[in-house]
T-cell receptor
Framework: DAGVIQSPRHEVTEMGQEVTLRCKPISGHDYLFWYRQTMMRGLELLIYFNNNVPIDDSGMPEDRFSAKMPNASFSTLKIQPSEPRDSAVYFC????????????FGNGTRLTVT | SQQGEEDPQALSIQEGENATMNCSYKTSINNLQWYRQNSGRGLVHLILIRSNEREKHSGRLRVTLDTSKKSSSLLITASRAADTASYFCATGDAGGTSYGKLTFGQGTILTVHP
């Protein structure tokens, strides 16, 4: 199993540009999570999906952030327009069954907005 | 917001010593999990303990859970330099519409000196 695959690994962009982060979960997992990690705030849950349907997006910081899961093997997190305070490492994780399953994390996308 | 709080924030020990990290949380939980994160990588699941369990072992890892005190501890015995990493506790909500999601603490940075 290749694990959770995220792309790109690093993204440097200028303020105001659109950024799209991508995630391929582990096949068969029906939960997908997007987290953001910063030194100041630690790991924050942004949004999670179950069977491709968004369940809880209360962690999405602003309308500039949006996430989609068009099918079971692909999800995107988009920031438009990006701002310097969005600089962080964004992780995607997947799991199966409800409640109490371990999360499998990708290696993250390090986003720098200048 | 962070549910779990790890203590200490940083721990430095010699190879062969035991390392103990603690986690406290505020609300009722379904399960508590521990993860490890090496620099520049995603989190890796170590062990899960359910709310009706008090202790669990996995190799050199021992986890305890005290739901009356809302706390957990992770013990790594006979530590190795390769154990150097950040360690996070994560709590799963006991119910409600967010059943299935995990909330992470700020982590403990463990350094094991050869």
């Amino acid at each position: 199993d290749a694990g959770v695959i995220q792309s790109p690994r690093h993204e440097v962009t200028e303020m105001g540009q659109e950024v799209t982060l991508r995630c391929k979960p582990i096949s068969g997992h029906d939960y997908l999570f997007w987290y953001r990690q910063t030194m100041m705030r630690g790991l924050e849950l942004l949004i999670y999906f179950n069977n491709n349907v968004p369940i809880d997006d209360s962690g999405m910081p602003e309308d500039r952030f949006s996430a989609k899961m068009p099918n079971a093997s692909f999800s995107t997190l988009k920031i438009q327009p990006s701002e310097p305070r969005d600089s962080a490492v964004y992780f995607c994780a997947s799991s199966y069954t409800q409640g109490g399953s371990p999360l499998h994390f990708g290696n993250g996308t390090r986003l720098t907005v200048t | 917001s962070q549910q779990g709080e790890e203590d200490p924030q940083a721990l430095s020990i010699q190879e062969g010593e035991n390392a103990t990290m603690n986690c406290s949380y505020k609300t009722s939980i379904n399960n508590l999990q521990w993860y490890r994160q090496n620099s520049g990588r995603g989190l890796v699941h170590l062990i899960l303990i359910r709310s009706n369990e008090r202790e669990k072992h996995s190799g050199r890892l021992r986890v305890t859970l005290d739901t009356s005190k809302k706390s957990s501890s992770l013990l790594i015995t006979a530590s190795r330099a390769a154990d150097t990493a950040s360690y996070f506790c994560a709590t799963g909500d006991a119910g409600g519409t967010s059943y299935g999601k995990l909330t992470f603490g700020q982590g403990t940075i463990l350094t094991v000196h050869p």
